[in-house]
Nanobody, 129 residues
Framework: QVHLVESGGGSVQAGGSLRLSCAAS?????????MGWFRQAPGKQREVVAR???????RYADSVKGRFTISKDNANKTLYLQMNSLIPEDTAMYYC??????????????????????WGQGTHVTVSS
């Protein structure tokens, strides 16, 4: 099992930036994982924000394209989410997720919560207007 720990959340004003981190550990963790960031706002379902494959291909939700960047540091086993031009609608709990069932590919269905096997506890982001 993979253990994921998110950090970097906080409170910012609209237009500001934050960088979230997700540290991965566990005896089974390697570079061949599809990694994702999801978020869940109060009263709403958890939704995908961004995904990155083991080879570095990335995908983003339309709502964050051009503002957020997902990246990973394999040597340090850390996933990042750089969030710029934040808006109040970005306020949510942000979760890191990992899955290796497709050898590092973020296959069809990886935009859904049920695709991912391992999850972190989340880090909260609040954006004020």
């Amino acid at each position: 099992q993979v253990h994921l720990v998110e950090s970097g959340g906080g409170s910012v004003q609209a237009g500001g930036s934050l960088r979230l981190s997700c540290a991965a550990s566990g005896s089974t963790y390697n570079d061949y994982y599809c990694m994702g960031w999801f978020r869940q706002a109060p009263g709403k379902q958890r939704e995908v924000v961004a995904r990155i494959e083991s080879v570095g291909n990335t995908r983003y939700a339309d709502s964050v394209k051009g503002r957020f960047t997902i990246s990973k540091d394999n040597a340090n086993k850390t996933l990042y989410l750089q969030m710029n031009s934040l808006i109040p609608e970005d306020t949510a709990m942000y979760y890191c997720a990992a899955d290796n069932q497709w050898g590092g590919m973020c296959a069809t269905g990886s935009d859904r919560v049920g695709f991912f096997k391992d999850w972190g506890q989340g880090t909260h982001v609040t954006v004020s207007s």
